[in-house]
């Protein structure tokens, strides 16, 4: 397991690099061109301009996350072929400074969905919070509003410039059924794998977030059945899953270390994350600890080391604690306690498969 931690850049993250070098076992950054819209050729320079700053701390930048893929690409638009085009040129240009995966997602017009960026905990701490009734009742243009309350930073996903035209975009998907965001979403990848390849890049979705239909949208990531299908759309190692328990793990039906188990040789990236599930639907994000959500992590970190995984992991969320001022979820301190216990988990392991006393 090689741990690396998602930054979004100097000015726009309130965790510095100088702050990273210092938790234990992170070895790369987890970036992108934020300010980039989804669909543009990443231009060589703000790439460099990265390395150039993770380079003093001795992080790689092997991990992308995300080449944001465009709305034309997802609905299957005459017009996607330009913005294929760019993305494999950005590919191209990725395999320049050492990236390895690509985390993409194909979820129409929203990245993810909560209704409260900073729900508070029993103990103190705040989190995001989904509330079901909350998206079955409300439009989603109040749901806009209420994510873009927090002006300091841009959330992935919910960038005021792409929302703009929310409008226009929902009627574009109207008519448009999971089938055909699957066709499209091969169309896509029989087109990148073998450019991805070429490059020794491997392509990573993400799963939808939450993974069920909201507001109408086609949604085809959704569980084991969804990803055994996209590893046959276009079957080539590199064309492979970013595993997140914390998508994953919010439907009671899913037993994500199983899905680890699974789907092992296909996973170059795992985001691990606790939620607590209730049972009207909502949901909250948690400490990574066991015992304080409803996603079994130790037995999904054993999942891994079973495996010999060799691929990239990061504590995804994090509460917000001590009273942290960050961006939603991507804190420095619950993310480093996540980082320890996931070390603490796969030191015991490794100890254990040597004999060693633990």
């Not at 210092?22 to 390395?51: N, T």
């Not at 979705?205 to 507001?215: A, E, K, V």
């Not at 199983?258 to 691990?272: K, L, S, W």
């Not at 604690?321 to 996540?338: N, P, Q, V």
Request: overall charge negative; glycine content about 6%.
């Amino acid at each position: 397991m090689r741990m690396v931690f998602r930054w979004y850049g100097e000015g726009n993250d309130t965790v510095t690099l100088p702050q990273i070098k210092q938790i234990p076992g992170v070895e790369g950054i987890v970036w992108a061109l934020h300010h980039l819209p989804a669909g543009e050729e990443w231009p060589m320079e703000d790439i460099l301009a990265y390395k150039k700053l993770a380079d003093p701390y001795g992080f790689h930048l092997e991990v992308v996350e995300s080449v944001n893929v465009h709305e034309d690409i997802k609905l299957g638009l005459p017009t996607r072929d330009r913005y294929i085009e760019n993305y494999k040129r950005t590919i191209e240009k990725l395999a320049k400074v050492g990236a390895k995966v690509i985390c993409y997602n194909f979820m129409p017009v929203f990245d993810w969905i909560r209704t409260d960026l900073f729900k508070e905990l029993e103990d103190g701490s705040t989190a995001l919070f989904y509330e079901k009734a909350m998206v079955d009742a409300m439009d989603p243009m109040d749901l806009v509003r209420k994510i873009n309350e927090n002006p300091d930073f841009t959330m992935p996903g919910w960038e005021p410039a792409r929302l703009l035209h929310l409008s226009s975009v929902f009627e574009s998907y109207k008519n448009v059924t999971e089938d055909d965001l699957w066709n499209n979403l091969q169309y896509f990848l029989e087109q990148i794998i073998p450019v991805a390849e070429a490059n020794d890049i491997k392509m990573a979705i993400h799963p939808d977030d939450p993974p069920w239909s909201i507001f109408g949208l086609p949604r085809i990531m959704t569980g084991p059945d969804s990803i055994r299908k996209l590893l046959k759309l276009v079957d080539n190692p590199y064309n492979g899953v970013t595993l997140c328990s914390g998508s994953l793990g919010v439907n009671p039906n899913h037993n994500v270390a199983e899905m680890v188990r699974e789907f092992a040789d296909r996973i170059p990236f795992a985001h691990i994350r606790n939620v607590r599930l209730y049972e009207n639907g909502d949901f909250i994000e948690t400490s990574h600890r066991a015992s304080d959500g409803s996603v079994d992590i130790c037995d999904i970190v054993k999942a891994y080391h079973e495996n010999g995984f060799t691929g990239y992991a990061r504590p995804d969320h994090g509460r917000h604690i001590w009273d942290e001022k960050c961006r939603a979820g991507y804190g420095l301190y619950d993310r480093a306690l996540g980082i320890m216990y996931l070390w603490g988990i796969w030191d015991s392991l490794e100890r254990t498969k040597r004999g060693t006393r633990v």
